[in-house]
């Protein structure tokens, strides 16, 4: 049996909508003719978009076709039960909360329920005031969670380069300063690369500027196979990119280098019409914290000017701040 509330009831701030919203999607599922009927009333009356259908079969068949923001079912069905018919929701991919009823006599099949997929249950007698408090509720929940993803998803996306999908020069300064004032805690070196391409530009020019964005795609995609877990590639700006390798001296990011001149010099890099290109190198210059700098823009700085040592010493090497060493091919 259906308790309904007196009038007068009030709606609770999770209920209020206002007139340009769209109204809320809730798929009732009833076996019981004057529940359903009197469950898809009163959710209209307040303003949620209401469909009702007797059965679990009819309902996946529905969403199949159509998206709602709610399921609301009994748990006591003919042919398929609550629990089967949000199994089966579940393997349809569907993320869809899925609320169920049950009678006090059968709260640990309630749970069952839940372990099965379903958000939450309430319990016979309904009181319709109060399930429309609780659909609201996991709807607010469901909405918070999901400005939530959204948040992270574009913080994340606001630190991507758009082209390469590594880390661009914002999030790169803001990392590096994490980072050199974790070393300072703990008096731990750190070393900062600073990559260029060579030739870039003639590149471009031969190619095409299709191409030179394949390229850049590519050094990005090979800068991460060669780095440490804990290390941090971005993109610099342009053709330069930078790597931070936490807890290793310049001496010991020699081999970090080695195997990124390595696996640019050995790739088969091709033109935006399959064409191959020709070898292609990098510069790299290195500095060190807190040996060559004790700020950020300090060691950028000192990292910059190695890299154009190397380049101004034939290009195609490793050059450490105030030391070049030049790599034989």
Same mark, same amino acid.
């Given at each position: @049996?259906?308790? *309904? ?52 079969? *009819? ?17 006591? @069905? ?6 089967? @018919? ?25 749970? *069952? ?26 709807? *607010? ?119 990124? @001149? ?68």
């Amino acid at each position: @049996m259906l308790e *309904e509330s007196g009038a007068g009831l009030e709606k609770s701030a999770l209920a209020d909508q206002t007139n340009d919203e769209q109204a809320k999607k809730i798929l009732v599922v009833e076996d019981d003719l004057v529940e359903r009927e009197a469950l898809e009333e009163f959710l209209q009356v307040n303003d949620f978009a209401v469909q009702a259908v007797a059965s679990a079969t *009819e309902a996946l068949k529905i969403l199949k076709k159509s998206d709602f923001d709610l399921v609301l079912t009994d748990l006591v @069905m003919p042919e398929m039960d609550g629990i089967s @018919m949000t199994r089966a929701i579940r393997d349809m991919g569907k993320d869809v909360p899925v609320l169920v009823m049950t009678g006090f006599a059968s709260i640990e099949y309630a749970v *069952e329920a839940i372990k099965a997929g379903a958000t939450d249950f309430i319990t016979k007698p309904l009181k319709l005031d109060h399930v429309v408090f609780i659909i609201n509720r996991v709807l *607010e929940t469901r909405s918070l969670r999901k400005k939530a993803m959204e948040t992270e998803y574009y913080k994340d996306l606001s630190n991507r380069d758009e082209l390469t999908k590594i880390s661009n020069y914002r999030h790169f300064n803001y990392v590096l300063q994490l980072e050199i004032d974790r070393q300072l805690r703990y008096h731990r070196p750190l070393t900062l690369l600073i990559i260029d391409i060579d030739d870039f530009k003639k590149c471009n020019d031969v190619h095409g500027h299709l191409t030179g964005d394949m390229v850049l795609v590519k050094v990005a995609s090979l800068l991460t196979t060669q780095i440490r877990s804990c290390d941090f590639v971005a993109r610099y700006g342009g053709d330069e990119f930078t790597v931070i390798l936490p807890e290793i001296s310049e001496k010991e990011a020699l081999p970090v280098c080695r195997r990124i @001149m390595k696996s640019i010099t050995h790739c088969e890099f091709q033109s935006f019409e399959k064409k191959t290109i020709g070898p292609l190198s990098v510069t790299i210059g290195i500095a060190s914290f807190p040996k060559n700098a004790n700020v950020g823009r300090e060691l950028i700085e000192k990292a910059d000017r190695a890299m154009y040592s190397g380049k101004r010493a034939g290009k195609n090497c490793i050059c450490i701040f105030g030391d070049e060493l030049h790599i034989e091919h």
